[in-house]
């Protein structure tokens, strides 16, 4: 990622997460795209509290949810995970947090590392008035802390509805570790996931 700092994972990280702590059991879902889907997938299924890690497409048609025609960039879809989460376990908080600061750099505009391209963008499809409010904040916040070297690009927008992707994309890191491109992309997020959020990573 480019040049940033970490100080607002202190106190900001207690105090922001507590609003969005649910109370009790139960299943949601929240959908993120940050380029390829691979490394966004195997983040999130070390995440404690996270059920389910689905790799698909968002932002376009039923009709163009084929890997092939959204590597056209002509579709309006994102590469993007459906993930379904415990609440009691993992707030909606701190899935953002392990997005913004694990899954993928959300400076880079419709790219991500070596991927170039409009299914590559950064975006939060929210599925509910309280995760669109959840996400505005984070990235409001994430500016004024100047988290970053660069603009916030990520986009922040109603999922319509989400498509999964072809089964050989599933779970693609755990089949493919020793893959050059899973090697120098992906295995490395993990690393950053263990040691920058430990009370969150489930090996």
Known sequence: MKARTLAWL???WIVAAAPLVAQGGGRETAVF?????WGVDAVFRHVRGVLQVVSGYAGGDA???RYELVSTSTTGHAESVEVTYDPATVSYAQ???VFFTVAHDPTERNRQGPDVGT???SALFYTSPEQHRAALAMITTLERERA???PIVTEVVPLRRF???EAYHQDYLAH??????IVFNDLPKLVTLKQTFPELYRP
Request: charge should be positive; include cysteine; hydrophobic fraction near 40%.
């Open 119 to 121: 299914q590559y963008r």
């Open 10 to 12: 202190g106190l900001w």
């Open 33 to 37: 795209a940050g380029g390829c889907f």
């Open 148 to 150: 970053y070297a660069e």
């Open 63 to 65: 009709a163009t949810a």
């Open 95 to 97: 899935l953002l947090r």
């Open 176 to 181: 493919h570790r020793d893959q050059p491109y």
């Open 163 to 165: 498509y999964a992707a």
